[in-house]
């Protein structure tokens, strides 16, 4: 107990003091919107995802994260090219990891602008508020500690800006999340909220006319703290059944498993398996997520990926 104590102190540390402040998903690629508001209304249909993840089962304060996200195209069509289309939609975050939990709910805009038919440029922003408390119920110190044992809570500005770029079989990609610099009042002294960067692209390899490779990264920049970057390779058939491997060069190997239901309903389910000294307390971590769309395949015998429909 002592053991998984220090280590949880140490992990909070890491990640609220000084490193990443932000959630981290394996299913980053499946879900574009969820880290980059650019996404709004991407496509020409109506596109709701959700997901839950539960990090390192059996380890004592473990973060609990997800999300709902909205995507809705507005209507607005393109006359020429390089003329905007516009988007919007909404993404509502929970992130739970020891005594702390961390609300945000954002609104999001995005102009996206055709050079041709396939190639396009996105700008988008998300805009809200967060809200971060502290519950130190199930605190426990050998000696009495107000600093630690003092019940906090604020609200405080949320605002992220992305860019996004795309051509028929590949795509890229950068995010900006906490522009706000807020203080954790009632929480810490000299605590804040830190900016956090992300990049990433990906390819699609069509192989024959039912299967695609879709190879991508994913490279976070907190602060501080250590770069992260997800290596992620999905085998994709006819966009209706799709697996897939991993890997996190700090944390774990991933598996995913996708498959789509009656053409507009999805459910995926990934799997970590940790490779850092945590696996000394907890082995696994799971992922799962749905997503319903308006958005239909264009031909039901190809291959496509939904991020370029």
């Known amino acids: 107990m002592v053991r998984l104590l220090f280590i949880l102190i140490l992990l909070l540390t890491t990640l609220f003091s000084f490193g990443q402040q932000i959630p981290q998903y394996s299913q980053w690629s499946m879900h574009q ?146 522009l706000f610099p807020s203080r954790w009042e009632n929480i810490g002294n000299s605590s804040r909220n830190r900016f956090h960067a992300s990049l990433t692209g990906g390819y699609r390899l069509g192989i024959g006319e039912t299967l695609s490779l879709l190879p991508a990264v994913n490279l976070r920049v907190p602060p501080k703290g250590p770069v992260s970057i997800d290596l992620n390779l999905h085998l994709d058939y006819k966009n209706l059944l799709g697996f897939g491997i991993g890997y996190r060069n700090t944390d774990a190997l991933i598996a995913f498993a996708s498959l789509k239901i009656k053409e507009q309903f999805s459910i995926i389910y990934s799997f970590d398996y940790t490779l850092s000294r945590i696996q000394l307390a907890a082995q696994n971590t799971h992922e799962i997520s749905l997503r319903f769309t308006t958005c239909k395949p264009r031909k039901a015998t190809s291959a496509s990926c939904p991020l370029f429909e």
């Not at 507005?74 to 003329?83: T, V």
């Open 33 to 178: 919107f969820a880290g980059n508001p650019a996404h709004a209304g991407i496509k020409k249909c109506v596109d709701i995802h959700t997901l839950y993840r539960l990090q390192w089962v059996g380890f004592e304060g473990a973060p609990r994260s997800g999300f709902l996200t909205v995507s809705i195209p507005l209507d607005s069509k393109r006359k020429k090219y390089l003329s905007a289309r516009h988007g919007t939609g909404f993404k509502f975050e929970t992130d739970k990891i020891g005594q702390f939990n961390v609300n945000r709910l954002n609104m999001a805009y995005a102009a996206h602008f055709n050079f041709d038919k396939y190639k396009r440029l996105s700008l988008g922003v998300f805009g809200g508020i967060m809200q971060m408390g502290y519950d130190p119920s199930s605190t426990h110190t050998t000696d009495p500690d107000p600093a630690v044992m003092n019940q906090g809570s604020f609200v405080a500005p949320d605002a992220s800006f992305g860019a996004w770029f795309n051509d028929e079989n590949y795509y890229f990609g950068v995010s900006f999340r906490n």
